[in-house]
């Protein structure tokens, strides 16, 4: 079946605009355009925020930065325990995690009792390779130190080959109800050459378990675009995926950064497919996704229409962040844990130390172990919000940006506008009478990163049909 034929893809202009190193814009500005930051500025950043907005309510990001194996396309902050300390491996999960409940002590510190704890996420790295006892003491430890709401939101990364029955009882009880599992792939082929083997059956079973148990919501990370993968494994991949019903679906492109990512260079490149087999995997998964209920959410994540992020997506309250979409609109994030990034609203980020050693010493030091960050420019708020409004629902809207920030969009985004014009042209964007820019499905949608580039004003300014050289992870 010639699937481009039937969407209309103008091919030319797709070989144009795609394969290009582009941002996918998780954060704006990207880690890229931050500056060295030491503790004192994380806590300014917090207090500025705490002063300026009271009532804002918070969420809590957990890096547990540890795996049993490697997954040779893994892009994640990781270390593989085994491999580096042999069999004295089950020591540094202990150190770490001691480390970590220093950081949350001295963190409740500092954050205002009164802020509600709303959203919990555990991610890695894989947490559920932490020994039961310390992940029932991580959470016992944020439970008595903040103001924990009752309905909050708790979820953890769960890698299907660490997940026992029991695992997930403890985790009910601990109040957790949400999971995110790794799936990546259900073709035998592709998992033993990307070394994640997991058959279809092992998921399944983590699936039930996890549904006996009472979980509301259960995510499923499939990755699209890695050597071995075709148009037809892939078609298996989202039905197989479909049969256990998950409520949510992050449907990544795969991230091909070999120089920065050394275990990517051990793949097998003759075997990857072509930028034009990738836009009809994205094809063939939306095609089944929406066919099956699944609304299409952003650049790259379906959920139930039933779901919290599809109602999120309605109300316009979607963020995009560094855990790909969620539900968090409105509330501060703190990271804690190696390499973990906080994000307080309107007024900057800042990011953790990224090598563990350093991050530990740091944190054993009694010192904030923040490494980078970035307060916001008036420029960067605008830039920013426009840019959330492309990946988050799929359209610009001059009136709105002219509206929230005082500006004529039209003069303050001279240049941009023009950018604009050309992609209209080519077909990534409709101009609306009522001077909405819609991004368009399929074209528009696989090269959202393109229309994104326009605005970003790190980038090079040709960047959106260039590439910008300071960036590899590679579009469509
Ligand atoms: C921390 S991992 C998930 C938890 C657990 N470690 C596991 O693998 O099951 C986060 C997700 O990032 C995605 N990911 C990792 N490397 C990627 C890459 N190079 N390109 C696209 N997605 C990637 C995978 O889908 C993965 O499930
Ligand atoms: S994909 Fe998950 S399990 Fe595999 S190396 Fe990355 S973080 Fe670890």
Redesign the pocket.
């Known amino acids: 079946m010639n699937l481009l034929a039937q969407e209309e893809i103008n091919l030319e202009v797709f070989r144009r605009y795609a394969g290009l190193s582009l941002p996918r814009h998780v954060s704006y500005p990207m880690p890229t355009g931050w500056n060295p930051m030491i503790g004192d500025d994380f806590v300014k950043m917090l207090q500025t925020s705490q002063q300026r907005f009271p009532q804002r309510h918070w969420s809590l990001y957990l890096h547990i930065p540890f ?1 049993e194996a490697l ?1 040779k ?4 902050n ?1 270390i593989i325990l085994p491999k580096k300390y042999g069999d004295t491996w089950q020591e540094p999960t202990r150190q770490y995690v001691d480390i970590l409940l220093a950081d949350l002590h001295r963190l409740a510190g500092v954050v205002n009792s009164g802020r509600q704890l709303r959203q919990i996420h555990w ?6 390779f932490l020994p039961l006892e310390q992940i029932e003491q991580i959470s016992n430890t944020i439970r008595q130190q903040f103001n924990l709401a009752d309905d909050a939101e708790i979820s953890m ?5 660490h997940t026992s029955p029991e695992l997930l009882q403890l985790l009910r009880r601990l109040g957790f109800n949400r999971l ?5 792939d259900f073709d035998a082929q592709a998992q033993e050459h990307v070394k ?1 083997v997991q058959p279809f059956e092992m998921v399944r079973a983590v699936v039930q378990h996890a549904r006996s148990n009472g979980f509301d919501s259960i995510n499923f ?3 699209y675009g ?1 050597p071995y993968q075709t148009v037809e494994t892939i078609r298996n991949t989202v039905e197989l995926a479909i049969q256990l019903h998950p409520d949510r679906v ?1 449907y ?6 070999p120089h920065k ?1 050394a275990t ?1 260079r051990g793949m097998d490149y003759t075997r990857l497919p072509t930028s034009e087999e990738k836009l009809q995997m994205f094809i063939v998964g939306h095609r089944l996704f929406t066919r099956a209920g699944y609304d299409f959410i952003g650049l790259d994540h379906f959920a139930r229409q039933s779901e919290g992020l599809a109602h999120a997506a309605e109300e316009g309250t979607l963020q995009r962040n560094f855990q790909g979409m969620t539900t968090g609109g409105g509330l501060d994030l703190i990271g804690v844990g190696v390499s973990a990034i906080s994000h307080f609203l309107e007024v900057g980020f800042t990011q953790n130390e990224k090598e563990v050693e350093k991050y530990q010493q740091m944190a054993g030091e009694k010192r904030w172990t923040v490494d980078r960050g970035k307060w916001f420019t008036p420029d960067d708020l605008i830039r920013q919000a426009v840019i959330h409004d492309i990946y988050c629902s799929a359209e610009i809207v001059p009136q709105r940006v002219e509206q929230r920030f005082g500006i004529n969009f039209d003069d303050y985004f001279a240049r941009e506008r023009s950018a604009l014009e050309v992609v209209a042209q080519d077909g990534l964007l409709l101009a609306e009478p009522d001077g909405r820019w819609l991004i368009t499905y399929p074209l528009g949608r696989v090269l959202m990163r393109n229309v994104a580039a326009i605005f970003d004003a790190y980038l090079d300014p040709e960047a959106y049909r260039q590439g910008d050289r300071d960036y590899f992870s590679a579009n469509a």
């Open positions: 795996c997954c396309f893994c892009a994640c990781r991610g890695g790295g894989s947490p559920t990364e769960i890698d299907p080959r995110s599992m790794g799936i990546q994640r990370d499939l990755i890695m992050a990544y492109h795969y991230a091909q950064i990512i990517q």
